[in-house]
């Protein structure tokens, strides 16, 4: 595969791979055990390569769309693929990607035994690493747990800085409620978190949608986030 710029504009790179524009380091709650990734990742000297891993829905993708985000409020280029989603793009959507500033990739063992996207990443790993370009690859198991066939690329997954980014506790996760509420606005009492989080799938992606139901709800009937409203709008 072509890896040179020539072939693939920033522009044409970040084209039809849409980013969510809430994906922001400011509404990530960081917990203790997971401060050291977040500050590596944020810090003003950008380390070349990041392979950061987690189970479950522990934000990961959030991680790795704040970052873009962040790289391109600073008017810089950056493209987000995530590879859960694939089958919308081809693997030629990283030719050229060493032109760009950040390239992160997400769900990395989708690819896992794909010769043709396997290919295509490890020809994008080697022209990156020539240029400055800093990659994120994230994936739900540890890089030497990956199924990847070919051996060259297996390896350079483990060449970076590694990170396990660590599931919240239920605590920690009324605190992540609690952080997105106030940014929204909304007052979301202890009481409320807790009888939420009782019923509720604990993924912390499931609790940013119920937020999302609760606000709606609330914005509608101008009313505070409370337990009888809790109820009436999700059915519990």
Same mark, same amino acid.
């Given at each position: 595969?072509?890896?040179?710029?020539?072939?693939?504009?920033?522009?044409?790179?970040?084209?039809?791979?849409?980013? =969510?524009?809430?994906?922001?380091?400011?509404?990530?709650?960081?917990?203790?055990?997971?401060?050291?990734?977040?500050?590596?990742?944020?810090? @003003?000297?950008?380390?070349?390569?990041?392979?950061?891993?987690?189970?479950?829905?522990?934000?990961?993708?959030?991680?790795?769309? &704040?970052?873009?985000?962040?790289?391109?409020?600073? @008017?810089?280029?950056? /493209?987000?693929?995530?590879?859960? %989603?694939?089958?919308?793009?081809?693997?030629? /959507?990283?030719?050229?990607?060493?032109? #760009?500033?950040?390239?992160? /990739?997400? %769900?990395?063992?989708? /690819?896992?035994?794909?010769?043709?996207?396997?290919?295509?990443?490890?020809? &994008?790993?080697?022209?990156?690493?020539?240029? @400055?370009?800093?990659?994120?690859?994230?994936?739900?198991?540890?890089? &030497?747990?990956?199924?990847?066939?070919?051996? =060259? #690329?297996?390896?350079?997954?483990?060449?970076?800085?590694?990170?396990?980014?660590?599931?919240?506790? %239920?605590?920690?996760?009324?605190?992540?409620?609690?952080?997105?509420?106030?940014?929204? @606005?909304?007052?979301?009492? =202890?009481?409320?978190?807790?009888?939420?989080?009782?019923?509720?799938?604990?993924?912390?992606? &499931?609790?940013?949608?119920? #937020?999302?139901?609760? %606000?709606?709800?609330?914005?509608?009937?101008?009313?505070?986030?409370?337990?009888?409203?809790?109820?009436?709008?999700?059915?519990?």
């Amino acid at each position: 595969m072509p890896s040179s710029a020539s072939h693939s504009s920033p522009d044409q790179l970040t084209l039809g791979v849409g980013l =969510d524009d809430d994906a922001q380091f400011k509404n990530f709650f960081v917990s203790e055990v997971n401060q050291p990734l977040v500050s590596a990742l944020t810090a @003003g000297e950008e380390e070349p390569f990041f392979y950061i891993w987690g189970n479950g829905s522990a934000g990961l993708s959030h991680l790795l769309q &704040a970052s873009c985000n962040k790289t391109t409020a600073e @008017g810089r280029a950056a /493209i987000y693929v995530p590879l859960v %989603d694939r089958s919308q793009f081809a693997p030629q /959507i990283l030719e050229g990607a060493e032109s #760009l500033s950040l390239v992160c /990739i997400d %769900d990395i063992e989708n /690819i896992a035994g794909d010769v043709e996207w396997e290919a295509a990443l490890f020809t &994008a790993f080697n022209a990156i690493r020539q240029t @400055g370009t800093q990659l994120i690859v994230a994936g739900h198991m540890a890089a &030497a747990q990956l199924k990847i066939q070919l051996p =060259d #690329l297996h390896s350079r997954l483990q060449s970076g800085l590694l990170f396990q980014l660590s599931e919240l506790s %239920d605590e920690d996760k009324l605190l992540a409620l609690q952080l997105r509420a106030r940014q929204r @606005g909304l007052d979301l009492p =202890d009481a409320v978190g807790e009888f939420i989080l009782l019923r509720a799938d604990r993924n912390l992606s &499931a609790l940013m949608q119920i #937020l999302d139901e609760l %606000d709606h709800s609330s914005m509608q009937q101008q009313r505070k986030l409370t337990v009888p409203l809790v109820k009436s709008t999700l059915g519990w």
